[in-house]
């Protein structure tokens, strides 16, 4: 666990600089590994979310697809036991923000996790409706 302390933030770093320039991949590799630390709980998904939008922008229809499943089943699961409403408020309020995002397929994929929240009964509070 030492040795790992900073393995994500270092793959985060990777990616948040080297998206654009990365093999597809590779870059696929390193989503599922954040993604794989994020379901061992060892990463926060308000940490994650800005990175995953960022990395909409790809033309990687495979990683978008990946990370979009990962976004709804991870918000879906979060709320599973019992409904954490400041994770909901925070999470939310990102997603408001990247509808008003000038790259069109950002704001679509949060539109899109959005209405899939509420459609699986997720979010089906004043606030999200």
């Known amino acids: 666990p030492e040795d790992t302390a900073n393995f994500a933030d270092e793959l985060i770093g990777l990616l948040e ?24 709980g060892r990463l926060a998904a308000t940490t994650l979310l800005p990175l995953f939008f960022r990395l909409f922008r790809c033309s990687d229809k495979r990683l978008r697809s990946l990370l979009y499943k990962h976004i709804v089943v991870d918000i879906q699961n979060s709320n ?5 409403e400041r994770l909901n408020r ?13 790259h069109e397929t950002c704001a679509k994929k949060s539109l ?11 979010w089906v509070d004043q606030r999200s409706v």
Request: aromatic residues 8%.
């Open 80 to 84: 599973k036991k019992h409904r954490d």
């Open 17 to 40: 600089k080297n998206y654009a320039i990365l093999d597809p991949h590779l870059r696929r590799c390193l989503a599922q590994a954040l993604i794989l630390i994020r379901n061992r």
């Open 90 to 102: 925070t999470l939310q309020n990102f997603l408001y923000t990247q509808l008003q995002d000038d």
């Open 112 to 122: 899109a996790v959005l209405t899939e929240l509420y459609r699986r009964q997720v």
